[in-house]
């Protein structure tokens, strides 16, 4: 069975079942400061299990796409993925464990075809100090359902992962009882981690049985929590009951609800009785592909091809909805993705530019789920062939220098300069450098921080002397003169089109003076809708942000705007007024800017003053702000 199925076949029987399938969130998270990506199907229905009303009702089900950065480093195992989809339903105050424990059997079993006696079930143990008893309830409701099904049904108390490595499980034994560290949820975690008037609650995990020739004796005894690879967690329903209390107890929550979420590459994975969520339909393809591009096989490269296989489904994904690499935030995740698939592809002796033969096949794969991977396929691919370009263009000059320093250990200093220098993060140096064997000297982090800190404070230094693109000083008024001028440059490219580039400026704290191309004089609409553009923005009160990046992607990945661009040196400073795709205007320059555009409002409106011919082809606008 390929995964289309097993989604298909997921959302059928819920729809059928009374569930509202909803469409999925982004993967990119809005108003949340506590992380940058969806990293679970629940986390964008919070307001609804915190209590809200959702408009479709009290029975939801979606396919949510997850990212999770936090697991960059795991990957190359045969069960962690960055992104995944997480197959999900939800009772807001309806259903409660028997429906929920019975529906998700059958679809293991009935829809799916899962054999019930390669499938366990863990249950919470309890906390008898904080007065939460053991869940009983689901796992009576488990031994009737394991009973019915015709296979063994046994209760054991493992109570922690560590015990559990000791113990093993024992012949007839299929639902276990571990403490809160395993089957409690919370936002936070653990049991005594529980925020104040949070709903929260014990959880039942259900796991697949590989058998015992997946299992490695490496890590003990095998059972369920164990990451042995006999058992692979498929799905955990969340079971929301009690709520904590001011003073730490928990009282029952009169509404309760229900949050499961099964992951669909490990669910396919059981459909296939393979442990490798790599060999699955979601991957294969991009495995073969690179097979063929490497001369190798994916048994004998099983990492790398799995780091790349993964590093690119999600660069796709996360490139489609809009992000572009770069040092910042989201962006920094992506590009970290990009230059260590690249990094990977190197040891296969993959050298040349393939991120473009992959991505068609990721889009491929998904083009009935998310159709919306082929339509941005073009775009998706000058994105990441860019930043391919960029990092292979530095990567030859890095891997030489940190080869160098093989004989010594690498210091601080040097680690920055690598970074600094040759565009290598020091996430990424840090891991070559653990695979070349290269050794790291006792103070290298403190050096390192210390060189970081340093450049910082003469960027700091240079943005506040330097006065590029035409300004007399750094007045207040100056500095607002400054930012509407990059305004009134957006203005002008909105009304005109993207051929009024600009040729020139020159500010004061008594006005604008901005020469820019165009063949014929402004009308007196086009004046007012320029005005009425850079006023707008003005009273919109966005962030004025900047950044120190490398020339060469200031201008290909953030088309940032710079009028001397032959007369930058390797780093630039880029300005952004707005942010993400809404940004408005993204230009090179020295600064210094206001922090948000309703700072100029503050000494006025803005207001063309005089619009007349400077030279053949340029215009000159002087602008004022008037109260």
Known sequence: MNANDVRDKFLARMKNSGHEVVAPASLKLENDPTTLFTGSGMQPLMPYLLGEQHPDGQRLANSQPCFRSQDIMDIGDNRHTTFFEMLGNWSLGDYFKEFQIRQFFDFLTKDLGLDPSKIYATCFIGDEKLGIPRDSEA??????????????????????????????????????????????????????????????????????????????????????????????????????????LPNGSFEELKQKNVDFGGGLERITAATIDSADVFKTSLFTPIIKELEKLSGKKYLETTEEMRVIADHLRASVFLVTQGLVPSNKEHGYVLRRLCRRAILKAQKLDIKDNFFAQIVPIVTEVYKDAYPELAKSEKQTIEVLVREETQFNRTLTRGMKELTKLKSGGLTGNELFKLQDTYGFPLELSLEVAEEQKIKLTSKWRAEFDAALEKQREASRTATKGMFKGGLADDSDLTVKYHTAAHLLGAALNQVLGHDAEQKGANINAERIRFDFKADAKLTPEQIKAVEDLVNEWIAADLPVTHEEVDTDYAFEALHAHGVFRDKYGDKVIVYTIGEGDSAISREICGGPHVAKTSEILKSGRFKVKKEEASSAGVRRIKAILVK
């Open 139 to 244: 796992a009576e409701i488990w031994q009737k359902i394991f009973e019915e099904a015709g296979v063994s049904n046994g209760i054991a108390d493992i109570d922690t992962a560590e015990a559990g490595d000791k113990r093993g499980i024992k012949d007839g034994e299929r639902i276990f009882f571990y403490n809160d560290k395993e089957n409690w949820w919370s936002r936070a975690g653990g049991i005594k981690d529980t925020p104040i008037g949070d709903p929260c609650g014990p959880d039942s995990e259900v796991f697949y049985d590989f058998g015992p020739e997946a299992h490695d004796p490496s890590f003990g005894k095998a059972h369920p929590a164990s990451d042995s690879g006999r058992f692979m967690e498929i799905g955990n329903q969340v079971f929301m009951q009690y709520c904590r």
